[in-house]
């Protein structure tokens, strides 16, 4: 989506004392300097996001050594004297320990949910009773199989790195992590039944932050509508995917929230005006000062701020009480799961279900 002044800008051919340069003895004018890109923001090297894909990797080769589940398939055949599960997991002999569970266990090809909790997936008894509250943020860090830890990854370099370019490692990593926590806790407060795991609470973040980085930036941007439209698109299609069984939508919804608000206080922009007043030349007139930021972008920080610390609040409050929000609202499990001939929404107590992004 392009900005107003992201353009090549060709010095004029004059001399010091602004006349036009003679042409040469061919007749024929003197080479142009090459031009120079004009850019009114700074431009940042993308290493956070790229670090944040490694750790996520990482922890996921380090759940499965902790999964090992040819141990624990040996475990429990011995317990009830049976041979047959420990030849059940996945690759085996190629992995050993690091091998899978079996695909009827795992479809996404990955640990088991005990291994997940173990390392910290979100159960929101344990955040409510025991007090573990750590697992509001270390969910986000982990993921379910190999099919979800690649589709959430590259969606986080398709979308992070170009962010972190326009705003920088600070910016984003924030609005990553607090994304990820909203996502966390509205998940914890509907799927009380369940654990979940995954980044697209975060990766939701992101992409709400980019439609309100639109709004609040709307006066810098070209073909508005045209950019607004696309990313209304991707964003329903995201969405959209998470009516699908054994996804949790209710962290991608709350990461959407959180991160929508958190743009407009985040990653809102100063005018060119006020730009190109600054970087005037010493001794060059520039007319009245200009404010930095428009009046609506201080409203819509203001207004997002104070939402967000109150959402927040309410939201902690809630789940040290326990609160059960899916009993209070009759109708909301359709917003994670909407049942069809084709597939069923029940799913037993403490089965894992994932956060995923679907990247157009």
């Known amino acids: 989506m392009p900005r107003r002044g992201e353009t090549a800008v060709v010095p004029i051919d004059a001399d010091g004392a602004g006349h036009r340069r003679p042409k040469s003895g061919h007749g024929q004018h003197r080479p142009r300097p090459p031009a120079q890109e004009f850019r009114p923001f700074r431009r940042w090297f993308p290493f956070l996001v790229p670090l944040f894909v490694a750790a996520n990797v990482g922890l ?3 759940t499965m050594y902790v999964n090992d ?4 398939a040996a475990a429990a055949d011995a317990a ?8 059940g997991c996945l690759l085996q002999q190629d992995l050993g320990r690091f091998a899978f569970q079996p695909y009827r266990e795992n479809p996404l090809v990955g640990p088991s949910s005990a291994t997940l909790l ?23 860090w982990l993921h379910a199989g190999v099919v979800h830890i ?23 990593g924030t609005l990553y992590v607090i994304s990820g926590v909203g996502g966390s806790l509205l998940s914890a407060l509907f799927m009380v039944s369940n654990i979940s795991v995954g980044a697209s609470g975060a990766l939701f973040g992101l992409l709400g932050s980019m439609l309100s980085e639109l709004i609040t930036n709307w006066t810098i941007y070209e073909n508005k509508f045209a950019a607004l439209l696309t990313l209304v698109i991707i964003i329903a299609i995201n969405l959209a995917v998470g009516i699908l069984p054994h996804v949790d939508n209710f962290a991608h919804i709350g990461g959407f929230i959180s991160g929508f608000f958190l743009g407009f206080v985040l990653l809102i922009r100063p005018q060119f005006q006020y730009i190109n007043q600054k970087n005037s030349p010493l001794g060059v007139s520039s007319g009245t000062a200009k404010c930095k930021y428009k009046i609506y972008q201080i409203i819509l920080l203001v207004i997002a701020l104070v939402i967000l610390i109150c959402g927040f609040i309410i939201g902690f409050v809630l789940l040290m009480k326990g609160f059960n929000a899916s009993e209070q609202c009759s109708w909301c499990h359709y917003l994670s799961c909407v049942p069809t001939s084709k597939w069923s929404c029940k799913a037993p107590s403490n089965y894992c279900v994932v956060s995923s992004l679907y990247k157009k």
């Open 150 to 172: 690649l589709a959430n990854m590259l969606s986080l370099l398709l979308i992070g790195i170009r962010l972190e370019k326009e705003f920088g490692f600070l910016r984003i």
């Open 60 to 62: 996921f080769v380090l």
């Open 69 to 72: 589940c040819p141990a624990h």
């Open 80 to 87: 009830i004297g049976g041979a047959a599960q420990a030849q």
């Open 118 to 140: 173990e390392m910290g997936a979100l159960e929101t008894s344990k955040i409510a009773k025991d007090h573990e509250w750590y697992r509001l943020i270390t969910c986000i």
